[in-house]
């Protein structure tokens, strides 16, 4: 069965500290992995990987897929209040079907 | 950024009413999806379209039932609610991309509470 595992399913660290997500996942036909940031409403795109060991940065955010220990993490850099969110990581599986994590709640304490 | 819309927001209904949850997205994107979230969980497929009169059911099992008749609109409707369908519904579309994945681009989700 396809499945994404995200872990830590909850973390609270506090305003200017660094933390990494992981995310790992067993998908058959695997394709290309994503990070979304949802906070109340809808879940919003930040990272789409699909070749192994390249980093994709934007701002305090970063992301590396390792395609052949089947995982991803997600580093945010000098943490802000507005950071905080539920990131959600999830896998395609061939062209058509993402298979979505749990998802990790990252709560940010000034 | 694509333009995806959801009505109602909110919405609480007694259990046997029929109701239509309405997706529209101004992209022109062939693919359109729903996903259902329970809270603190993990977003379940229940429907996807590749086009016009494209349907396919996803890995949750849904009473309910979709319709694509134009590129831009993709209802969802329960025909007779029940409690167990309280949940937040996400409708998504995606843009084509050759030979690979594109990001989905959400809607605002309807919270649906059925009493």
């Known amino acids: 069965e396809d499945k994404v595992v995200q872990s830590p399913l909850s973390l609270v660290v506090h305003e200017g500290d660094t933390v990494t997500l992981n995310c790992s996942y067993e998908?058959?036909?695997?394709?290309?992995l994503l990070w979304y940031k949802q906070e109340k409403k809808a879940p919003t795109f930040l990272f789409m990987l699909?070749?192994?060991?390249i980093e994709k940065k934007s701002g305090r955010l970063s992301s590396i897929l390792d395609k052949k220990e089947l995982f991803s993490i997600l580093n945010i850099t000098a943490t802000q209040t507005g950071d905080s969110a539920v990131y959600l990581c999830?896998?395609?599986?061939?062209?058509?079907?993402?298979?979505f994590g749990q998802g990790t709640r990252l709560t940010i304490n000034p | 950024e694509a333009d995806i819309y959801q009505t109602p927001r909110y919405l609480v209904i007694g259990t046997g009413k029929k109701i239509t949850l309405e997706c529209s997205q101004t992209?022109?994107?062939?693919?359109m999806y729903w996903y259902q979230q329970d809270p603190g969980m993990e977003l379940h497929l229940i429907h996807y379209?590749?086009?016009?009169?494209?349907?396919e059911k996803g890995d949750l099992s849904s009473e309910s039932t979709v319709s694509r008749i134009r590129t831009e609109h993709f209802p969802l409707t329960l025909e007779s609610a029940r409690p167990s369908h309280t949940s937040q519904y996400l409708c998504a579309s995606s843009e084509p991309r050759q030979g690979g994945n594109s990001p989905l681009h959400f809607g605002n989700g309807t919270r649906l509470t059925v009493t």
């Open positions: 379209s590749y086009g016009v009169n494209s349907t």
């Open positions: 999830a896998a395609y599986q061939g062209a058509q079907k993402l298979v």
């Open positions: 992209m022109g994107h062939d693919k």
């Open positions: 699909t070749s192994s060991g």
């Open positions: 998908v058959t036909n695997f394709r290309s």
